[in-house]
């Protein structure tokens, strides 16, 4: 089949958006913020990446609340305050991670509501998890309002330069990350999760 997105995001014989399905697997940036205040916040998004090496930097797009509800609270702390930390989930923090997509009022910290610790970091004020086997610090570089269809809501690409990395030593094995160790866990589409149990090499030809 064909479509075109701009006329409708389901035609028929379609009954959800498949973009995340076609899209996939992507990584699951666990994005903690703070407020001026000092409030944490703790929240998963997969629409999430690494866009460049050197500098270090990631991106992520959160969405606004639907109708006309405004600024989610992570949008509105890296705009209040311009750093945000990315703790990477394995498989183990799967649902400590689902957990935090738990919509509850500003203010209240999903790492309590979750159950987890907020580590402190060593560049940027915004926690991390203090369970993650490896985490980003990060800085703020820009925030990209994205297209939004009529009626829609909004969204934006929040572009940050990572300042700081933790690793838990026991993932570093001949002077690289264990991946199978660290057990990422990635989003697919709808609500399906996968997580790298596996891997192949494939060489660089000439």
């Not at 009954?15 to 407020?35: E, F």
């Not at 600024?71 to 498989?91: P, Y």
């Not at 001949?174 to 996968?194: E, H």
Request: proline letters at 9%; a negative charge.
């Amino acid at each position: 089949m064909f479509y075109d997105p701009r006329e409708s995001l389901r035609p028929s014989p379609l009954s959800h958006n498949p973009l995340n399905a076609l899209v996939a697997p992507r990584p699951v940036g666990w994005i903690g913020t703070i407020t001026a205040d000092g409030e944490d916040n703790l929240a998963p998004f997969s629409y999430f990446n690494a866009v460049s090496a050197d500098p270090p930097v990631v991106v992520f797009a959160p969405n606004e609340k639907p109708g006309a509800g405004g600024a989610k609270d992570t949008l509105a702390n890296v705009r209040e305050v311009g750093e945000f930390t990315v703790s990477i989930v394995s498989e183990f923090l799967a649902r400590h991670m689902n957990e935090t997509s738990r919509g509850v009022a500003r203010g209240v910290s999903e790492f309590v509501v979750a159950g987890l610790t907020p580590a402190p970091s060593v560049h940027v004020r915004p926690r991390r998890v203090g369970e993650a086997r490896a985490a980003l610090e990060c800085r703020v570089s820009d925030i990209v309002p994205l297209p939004c269809r009529p009626g829609g809501r909004g969204s934006h690409l929040v572009v940050g330069e990572v300042v700081g990395v933790h690793i838990d030593d026991a993932l570093i094995v001949d002077g690289r990350v264990d991946c199978i160790a660290l057990a990422q866990v990635a989003r697919l589409g709808y609500l399906d999760y996968g997580v790298v149990r596996e891997l192949f090499v494939m060489e660089r030809p000439d």
